[in-house]
């Protein structure tokens, strides 16, 4: 059911990208507050993986609840006093859960969740704070754009590696997401592009 859902989802923003109203058209000039807004509630996640290094393809099927945190939330003024940022410079706050199953692994139940503060620098890019990050389950931050079409493009070093995320709407119920993880032991890495809709 969700993968013929996806599918569905996926032929409908082909189909306004074919009549002239894809996202550089439907959220062109977005700002970062907006693209958050239009992320908050109960998403289903497919992700497709391919690890460069270890020639290995993986199928991630998950739910994903984001929602939005007020900036006096305990979690929010943790995560701004561990990287020395001023509670009063975020704009946006949420936070994220996810609970999931891999073709890799069965049997294993991947699951968890991350506060995530954005700080401005200006009306286009600015810091992301995370309780957890991405790449690592450690504390990161890390560097975001909005592009003219309304893409989120995220960067994110860590100790071992670094990560690069274009987050997009194709239409307001369909988020795609490509990522890149780049690591320091070994040359290469793995991209993935990730599907979520309502």
């Known amino acids: 059911p969700r993968a013929a859902a996806a599918a569905a989802a996926a032929d409908a923003a082909g189909d306004a990208a074919a009549a002239g109203s894809g996202p550089a058209e439907l959220f062109a000039g977005m700002g970062v507050e907006d693209f958050f807004e239009r992320s ?35 979690a929010v003024r943790e995560v701004c006093e561990r990287f020395g940022r001023d509670v009063k410079s975020a704009v946006y706050a949420v936070k994220m859960s996810w609970s999931g199953t891999s073709d890799w692994d069965e049997d294993e139940v991947l699951e968890g969740s991350t506060v995530l503060v954005v700080v401005k620098t200006d009306e286009t890019s600015g810091e992301l704070l995370r309780s957890e990050g991405y790449a690592e389950t450690v504390p990161a931050v890390g560097k975001w754009q909005m592009e003219p079409n309304g893409t989120f493009v995220l960067v994110t070093p860590y100790d071992r590696a670094s990560a690069e995320e274009r987050i997009w709407f194709a239409t307001p119920d369909l988020r795609m997401r490509v990522s890149m993880i780049r690591t320091q032991a070994v040359r290469g890495g793995c991209g993935w592009v990730g599907l979520a809709h309502f």
Do not use: Y
């Not at 497709?48 to 739910?63: G, I, K, M, R, T």
């Open 40 to 74: 908050l509630g109960e998403w289903r996640s497919q992700r497709s993986s391919h690890n460069l290094a270890w020639a290995h393809f993986e199928q991630v099927e998950s739910d994903v609840a984001i929602a939005p945190l007020e900036f006096e939330d305990e």
